[in-house]
């Protein structure tokens, strides 16, 4: 195991810049995922740092060694470092066996290391007893943890992942992404994951890189980007907030501020960045629809207003439902137990530390 260290890589391929001069570490044993929409650059890094891809710039390292610099890269087979694919990549003519054995039989390991680490390698990933079939006779979520077991069996010094679970049905794909961690955790392997997906990296990553467009705008942990998104695009693309605009009425010191929305409503929120970003003037108000509840009618604390429903969704627990406040119409999420109707007046409260004023407009 080793930590992964990117300086400034660059990836061009003729005149699109597929990878625009990023830089990040992922520490020794942690997950760390890359999301971002379709089209960001997500596998092109990946590629690069399995030297699949040839970068055009930067700088990559594993533990004190240079993975790729200035042109002269180390081949894929001497980085020591293996990729789980979306396709699952299992040869449907081998055994489950031969499948895993694949990588140490290269590196001309004994008959008895293999038959040892091949065993140990399926007993981890849950197919014991699976070693005599062949790929053609496995369904997607067994062909699927073949290739996990192939990936660790030599054991790496980096495991990269690109979108492994996006085949899976939904049941099937919750269960592994909980198996997958935790076999992550007990083998302490360095790993770095590829998603579009929002709520499978916040559920798996130690920390998650957020991309767009060949960039990173935001990195840390899950709750970091849920909680202080710098960005319109970081509060939309993680957790699916109202976003509305905003301008500023006044700001204390410890960064808490009144903004007003359209429609003469002034709400209390806080300013997300601590840096000395822009305090005046138009702004974003993140609202999240899971921070807007229903308080009796006679609430006057602050940030109570009143809002009309204009339409309803069941979702078992919940009801998802867009309530107009002012001028704004906001999707918020209430029990189902006692749902409003639709065109009534209810008031409702916005923890004021649940709103997130972005220095953007
Ligand atoms: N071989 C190639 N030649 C030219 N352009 C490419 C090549 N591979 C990727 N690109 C472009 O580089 C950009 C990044 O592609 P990449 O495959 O890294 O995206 P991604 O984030 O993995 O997307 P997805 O979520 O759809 O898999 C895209 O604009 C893509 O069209
Ligand atoms: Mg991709």
Same mark, same amino acid.
């Given at each position: 195991?080793?930590?992964?260290?990117?300086?400034?890589?660059?990836?061009?391929?003729?005149?699109? /810049?597929?990878?625009?001069?990023?830089?990040?570490?992922?520490?020794?044993?942690?997950?760390?995922?890359?999301?971002?929409?379709?089209?960001?650059?997500?596998?092109?890094?990946?590629?690069?740092?399995?030297? !699949?891809?040839?970068?055009?710039?930067?700088? &990559?390292?594993?533990?004190?060694?240079?993975?790729?610099?200035?042109?002269?890269?180390?081949?894929?087979?001497?980085?020591?470092?293996?990729?789980?694919?979306?396709?699952?990549?299992?040869?449907?003519?081998?055994?489950?066996?031969?499948?895993?054995?694949?990588?140490?039989?290269?590196?001309?390991?004994?008959?008895?290391?293999?038959?040892?680490?091949?065993?140990?390698?399926?007993?981890?990933?849950? *197919? $014991?007893?699976?070693?005599?079939?062949?790929?053609?006779? !496995?369904?997607?979520?067994?062909?699927?943890?073949?290739?996990?077991?192939?990936?660790?069996?030599?054991?790496?010094?980096? *495991?990269?992942?690109?979108?492994?679970?996006?085949? !899976?049905?939904?049941?099937?794909?919750?269960?592994?992404?909980?198996?997958?961690?935790?076999?992550?955790?007990?083998?302490?392997?360095?790993? *770095?994951?590829? #998603?579009?997906?929002?709520?499978?990296?916040?559920?798996?990553?130690?920390? /998650?890189?957020?991309?767009? $467009?060949?960039?990173?705008?935001?990195?840390? #942990?899950?709750?970091?980007?849920?909680?202080?998104?710098?960005?319109?695009?970081?509060?939309?693309?993680?957790?699916?907030?109202?976003?509305?605009?905003?301008? +500023? &009425?006044?700001?204390?010191?410890?960064?808490?501020?009144?903004?007003?929305?359209?429609?003469?409503?002034?709400?209390?929120?806080?300013?997300?960045?601590?840096?000395?970003?822009?305090?005046?003037?138009?702004?974003?108000?993140? /609202?999240?629809?899971?921070?807007?509840?229903?308080?009796?009618?006679?609430?006057?604390?602050?940030?109570?207003?009143?809002?009309? +429903?204009?339409?309803?969704?069941?979702?078992?627990?919940?009801?998802?439902?867009?309530?107009?406040?002012?001028?704004?119409?906001?999707?918020?999420?209430?029990?189902?137990?006692?749902?409003?109707?639709?065109?009534?007046? /209810?008031?409702?409260?916005?923890?004021?530390?649940?709103? &997130?004023?972005?220095?953007?407009?």
């Amino acid at each position: 195991m080793a930590k992964l260290r990117v300086e400034d890589l660059i990836v061009a391929y003729g005149a699109v /810049i597929a990878v625009s001069d990023i830089s990040f570490t992922v520490e020794d044993g942690e997950f760390v995922s890359l999301l971002g929409p379709s089209g960001c650059g997500k596998t092109t890094t990946l590629r690069c740092i399995a030297g !699949l891809e040839g970068s055009s710039g930067g700088t &990559i390292r594993l533990g004190d060694a240079i993975m790729a610099a200035d042109g002269s890269d180390v081949p894929p087979d001497k980085r020591g470092i293996n990729m789980v694919f979306q396709s699952y990549a299992v040869w449907p003519h081998m055994s489950v066996f031969e499948n895993v054995a694949y990588g140490l039989r290269i590196r001309r390991e004994s008959a008895a290391d293999v038959e040892r680490k091949v065993k140990e390698a399926l007993k981890l990933v849950g *197919l $014991d007893g699976f070693a005599g079939r062949y790929g053609t006779e !496995l369904s997607g979520g067994q062909q699927q943890r073949v290739a996990l077991a192939r990936a660790v069996v030599t054991s790496p010094r980096l *495991l990269l992942f690109d979108e492994p679970l996006s085949n !899976l049905d939904a049941g099937l794909r919750d269960r592994m992404r909980f198996e997958l961690v935790e076999l992550q955790r007990r083998l302490g392997q360095t790993s *770095l994951y590829v #998603t579009h997906d929002q709520s499978e990296a916040m559920l798996m990553s130690d920390r /998650i890189i957020l991309m767009k $467009d060949g960039r990173i705008v935001q990195s840390g #942990t899950p709750r970091d980007l849920y909680e202080r998104p710098m960005s319109r695009f970081a509060a939309e693309f993680i957790g699916n907030a109202n976003i509305v605009d905003a301008t +500023v &009425i006044r700001t204390s010191g410890d960064g808490s501020a009144l903004v007003g929305l359209p429609g003469n409503v002034a709400i209390e929120g806080h300013f997300c960045r601590t840096d000395g970003s822009r305090r005046s003037g138009p702004v974003l108000a993140c /609202i999240r629809a899971e921070s807007i509840s229903r308080v009796s009618g006679d609430e006057a604390g602050s940030n109570c207003f009143d809002a009309r +429903v204009d339409s309803l969704g069941f979702l078992g627990p919940l009801v998802t439902c867009t309530l107009r406040l002012g001028e704004v119409t906001l999707r918020a999420e209430l029990p189902a137990r006692k749902p409003p109707s639709i065109g009534e007046t /209810i008031r409702v409260r916005i923890e004021p530390d649940d709103v &997130i004023i972005i220095s953007e407009h």
